[in-house]
Structures are given as structure tokens and as C-alpha cells.
């Protein structure tokens, strides 16, 4: 795969990644089925969802029908695999509900593949980062750098 192949390739994985948040934010089932190999798995700490049918029904009744979120992500980084039809991307995501909280702070581990039709997901691992109450338990330094950009925890 020479350089310019690869580009193209990451540029297609991007948008694929791209297109899974905004198919998932307004709902769009069958445009979402399409995305995975019959054989994908999405998982989530020790649950796996195994096989397209059975990741979309969980995908699909996560959350009732027309209620609005949305995903905020980083730019994945890409590794195309030494074939040229397999690749690894990971993904930092931010997922915001309704209520403007950010309910979701993780990243995405995805294995993909690409056929006739184009790149897939074959395999989706979400890793939340856990949720810690309380301000951050940042050093003085790093507060006096930081502090003026962040929510105030004294109740102001």
C-alpha cells in the first residue's frame, strides 16, 4: 500500500467512525446496520454484544425513540494493516445527553475491515473512563494553570 492509498484509507475509516456517531445520534438504524460486518461484536467492559442483529437491537433500544445526544470525537488514529484490508482505529468520545450533561467519557477500540462495499466494523470495544466524584485532585501548580478554565466546586 503505497502512501497515498494509505491516506485515502484512513480518510474512509474516519468517516466511517464519523458516521457511526451521527447514524447513532438521530436514530438511523438502517443506515447503522450497514456499518458492521455480519459477524461484528460491540462491547462494552465484560458485555459483548456478538453478531450485527444482535449489536443493533442493543444499539437501537438503548435509548427511546427521538431522544436527541450527541457524540463528540476525537481524530481516530489509524493503523492499516500490513494486507491493506484490515486496520485498528482508537477514538476518543465524549457522549452528551439531552440534559447537556456529559454522560459517556471514554474511548473507542475499533478492528475494521473492508470488502466489496467498503470499510466496516468487525469489532467495537467502548471503554468508559470511570466516573470519579468530587473536583479533579489536581496539584496546586496545575490548579493555578487550569483553574480560571474550570467549573467552580465551591457552589459559586
Known amino acids: 500500500m503505497d502512501a497515498l492509498e494509505r491516506l485515502l484509507a484512513v480518510e474512509e475509516i474516519s468517516d466511517l467512525i ?45 435509548l427511546p425513540a427521538g431522544y436527541r445526544s450527541k457524540h463528540m470525537i476525537s481524530r481516530p488514529l489509524v493503523a492499516i494493516g500490513a494486507d491493506g484490508n484490515t486496520a485498528t482505529a482508537r477514538t476518543d468520545v465524549v457522549w452528551i445527553a439531552s440534559n447537556f450533561e456529559n454522560t459517556i467519557v471514554g474511548r473507542y477500540e475499533d478492528e475494521l475491515v473492508r470488502d466489496d462495499t467498503g470499510w466496516r466494523f468487525r469489532r467495537r470495544v467502548e471503554r468508559p ?22 467549573r467552580a466546586t465551591d457552589g459559586a
Do not use: K
Request: negative net charge; hydrophobic residues 45%.
Open 18 to 62: 464519523g458516521r457511526y456517531c451521527m447514524l447513532f445520534d438521530d436514530q438511523d438504524w438502517a443506515g447503522l446496520n450497514e456499518l458492521w460486518t455480519d459477524d461484528a461484536a460491540f462491547v462494552v467492559e465484560d458485555t459483548a454484544f456478538e453478531g450485527r442483529s444482535t449489536l443493533m437491537t442493543f444499539l437501537s433500544t438503548c
Open 129 to 150: 473512563v470511570p466516573f470519579v466524584a468530587g473536583p479533579p485532585p489536581m496539584s496546586d501548580a496545575a490548579t493555578g494553570v487550569s483553574g480560571a478554565t474550570m
